[in-house]
């Protein structure tokens, strides 16, 4: 028998896995932040758009706000921003996830896992990068905007038989899913293309395409790739040419997406700018480097907030 999946977090990327994971026939509870959104899913149910133009898909899910769920021994796909793991919110997802379960972070830059770890002992922890693009565009609403895939490793957190079950569940879903043995190197990687993309869409109102569509656009972004991958090369990143590669092929592949930072400043909500280009920041010190680069993106990013 499958084993059951909970969701916890409502927006887009949570939707869309809950959306795909319901469409295979698996089980799944979605935990959301607030309770007029479980109402909306249950009373509504989830509808998602797998591409522009297509139809929407109607799936019945079982949604409950985070703070009233009962404990749940399945897989948790823990999809909130980076932000939001706060000391209450660890202590909460503690209670609901029991020793012995499967937690599966999500979450865009370093440093989570090691939280996740201290405040989590006796769980597997499976880490999951992912380049999938989706756009929330109601409570219980969701567009696939952009393929990508999804990368699982377990920092010795796991149990191989929990990473298969974690693997296998999402491949049932439809995702491309690989297994990284150099977690590390991805988690790096995934946040050198964050601080790129992303503070300049949110900053600009711009798609990220639109970044390769001017050569100002295109300059800045060169910038602070530079500057961002220097820092990350002190903490043992390789390969400049072939990641500054990267960043032009993911603003081709998604090059209508609305970056998650640019539909938190759309939104009015807080931003990941303090984990992302914060972090890099925070990085270049430890390490006597400067990042002005990154320090004026944040403070720019948080003008907007």
Aim: aromatic share 4%; charged share 25%; proline share 4%.
């Amino acid at each position: 028998m499958d084993e059951k999946a909970a969701v916890l977090g409502g927006g887009s990327l949570g939707l869309l896995l809950a959306g795909k994971l319901r469409a295979a026939g698996r089980d799944c509870v979605v935990w959301t932040r607030t309770r007029e959104q479980a109402d909306k899913l249950n009373e509504e149910d989830l509808l998602l758009t797998e591409a522009e133009g297509a139809p929407e898909r109607r799936s019945t899910v079982s949604a409950v706000a985070w703070d009233e769920a009962p404990p749940f021994s399945g897989i948790v796909l823990l999809t909130v921003k980076q932000t939001a793991l706060e000391e209450r919110f660890l202590r909460r997802l503690a209670e609901l996830v029991p020793p012995g379960g499967t937690v599966v972070p999500f979450q865009n830059g370093i440093g989570h896992v090691e939280a996740l770890r201290e405040a989590l002992p006796g769980r597997d922890v499976v880490v999951a990068l992912t380049t999938e693009g989706a756009l929330r565009t109601g409570m219980n609403r969701v567009r696939h905007t952009g393929r990508g895939d999804i990368r699982l490793g377990d920092d010795g957190l796991a149990r191989p038989e929990r990473l298969e079950a974690v693997e296998r569940m999402l491949k049932q879903a439809g995702f491309s899913v690989f297994l990284s043995k150099m977690l590390d190197n991805d988690m790096k990687r995934k946040l050198l293309i964050n601080a790129v993309i992303n503070p300049i869409t949110a900053i600009l109102r711009i798609p990220n395409g639109a970044i390769l569509e001017s050569p100002e656009r295109l300059a800045l972004a060169e910038s602070l790739f530079r500057e961002t991958y220097g820092v990350l090369a002190a903490y043992g990143l390789e390969g400049e040419a072939e990641l500054w590669d990267a960043i032009a092929r993911v603003c081709e592949a998604t090059a209508g997406n609305r970056s998650s930072m640019l539909q938190d400043i759309d939104a009015g909500r807080t931003t990941e700018i303090d984990s992302i280009n914060g972090m890099i920041a925070r990085m270049a010190a430890a390490k006597n480097l400067d990042a002005p680069w990154n320090r004026m993106a944040t403070a720019l990013v948080k003008a907007l907030h």
